[in-house]
């Protein structure tokens, strides 16, 4: 299981405001089966085997520029553990564990 966090961003789109081209992305993120995903104010966290991961941002950074967008720069962070299960949740809860201690 591989967790990624992925940031679109659409470039000279003749606006400040960018949540209309994210929305975009995320819909096609919405239609994936398999993966599991959090939207969040920096990014979007993606959760899955890989090749499903990548292959779904693939068409997360083809839709925005499907839309009329002539640059889109998409950045993205992968963490593939291979000893343990990990997921999004399971890493939260670590790191709260430990802030009781």
Not at 47 to 61: N, Q, R, Y
Request: positive net charge; proline residues 2%; hydrophobic residues 40%.
């Amino acid at each position: 299981m591989a967790i990624a966090k992925i940031s679109i961003v659409p470039v000279g789109t003749g606006s400040p405001s960018l949540s209309e081209h994210i929305a975009r992305a995320v819909k096609v993120l919405r239609q994936e089966k398999g993966v599991k995903y959090e939207l969040t104010s920096m990014g979007t966290i993606i959760e899955g085997d890989l090749d499903g991961i990548l292959g779904v941002i693939k068409k997360m950074h083809r839709a925005v520029l499907a839309e009329g967008v002539t640059r889109v720069v998409t950045a993205i962070e992968i963490d593939d553990r291979q000893d343990k299960t990990s997921t999004m949740v399971s890493k939260v809860e670590s790191v709260v564990k430990k802030l009781r201690s």
